[in-house]
């Protein structure tokens, strides 16, 4: 059974850091890029970063570049989201995300990937 979990999220004020963890399990974690995204109330689920099943390519959106980090370790079959500098509008649920290799349709889309965890919430206040 494939899970993934997400931990770390909560209140910060604006400017502050948190560090999301995606404990995944149930797959091949070194066979898998991993995603993040995030979804605000009456928003699209959008894409935040990721790093490629190699770790050796991290992609991020561009509101967020420069202030977040994504990192994996292979040993403990986790994957991080760094966040610095957060402003109110980083408030959503953050969702981590597993796909095979490299997804053919690109990073950016949710739809390249198969397997989520069921999210964990950021607020970020002013």
């Known amino acids: 059974q494939v899970q993934l979990v997400e931990s770390g999220g909560g209140l910060v004020q604006a400017g502050g850091s948190l560090r999301l963890s995606c404990a995944v399990s149930?797959?091949?974690?070194?066979?898998?890029?991993m995603g993040w995204f995030r979804q605000a109330p009456g928003m699209e689920r959008e894409f935040v970063g990721a790093?490629?099943?190699?770790?050796?390519?991290?992609y991020y959106t561009d509101s967020v570049q420069g202030r977040f980090t994504i990192s994996r370790d292979d040993a403990q079959n986790t994957a991080s989201l760094e966040m610095d500098s957060l402003k109110p509008e980083d408030t959503a649920v953050y969702y981590c995300?597993?796909?095979?290799?490299?997804?053919?349709?690109?990073?950016?889309?949710?739809?390249?990937?198969?397997?989520w965890g069921q999210g964990t919430q950021v607020t970020v206040s002013s």
């Open positions: 995300a597993a796909t095979l290799g490299v997804p053919i349709g690109g990073y950016y889309s949710p739809n390249e990937y198969d397997a």
């Open positions: 149930g797959l091949h974690f070194g066979s898998h890029a």
């Open positions: 790093i490629s099943w190699t770790g050796d390519n991290t």
